[in-house]
């Protein structure tokens, strides 16, 4: 299966404290929303989103837009800085 990828890479924060992660695919995106514990609506729209990405029902930019949204929402976006 290809990966649907965007640019650039959404960074987020990972379960294990101090390891950040370069997220820059929709199937990556949907791996790390299955792992957080807050399930507002931005996480739930990126979910959605992720998998139409996946099934070719949607542009992998959407996937990021939605991801960077659920990273804001959930507190796990950090800065390439």
């Given at each position: 299966m290809a990966l649907h990828w965007f640019?650039?890479?959404v960074l987020v924060q990972t379960e294990r404290p101090g390891i950040i992660r370069n997220v820059n695919n929709a199937e990556t995106a949907g791996e790390e929303l299955m792992k957080w514990t807050k399930l507002g609506p931005c996480w739930d729209l990126a979910v959605r989103v992720?998998?139409?990405?996946i099934f070719d029902e949607m542009e992998p930019e959407?996937?990021?837009?939605?991801?960077?949204?659920a990273a804001k929402e959930e507190g796990m976006l950090r800065s390439s800085d």
């Amino acid at each position: 299966m290809a990966l649907h990828w965007f640019s650039p890479p959404v960074l987020v924060q990972t379960e294990r404290p101090g390891i950040i992660r370069n997220v820059n695919n929709a199937e990556t995106a949907g791996e790390e929303l299955m792992k957080w514990t807050k399930l507002g609506p931005c996480w739930d729209l990126a979910v959605r989103v992720c998998m139409a990405v996946i099934f070719d029902e949607m542009e992998p930019e959407e996937a990021r837009k939605a991801f960077l949204a659920a990273a804001k929402e959930e507190g796990m976006l950090r800065s390439s800085d």
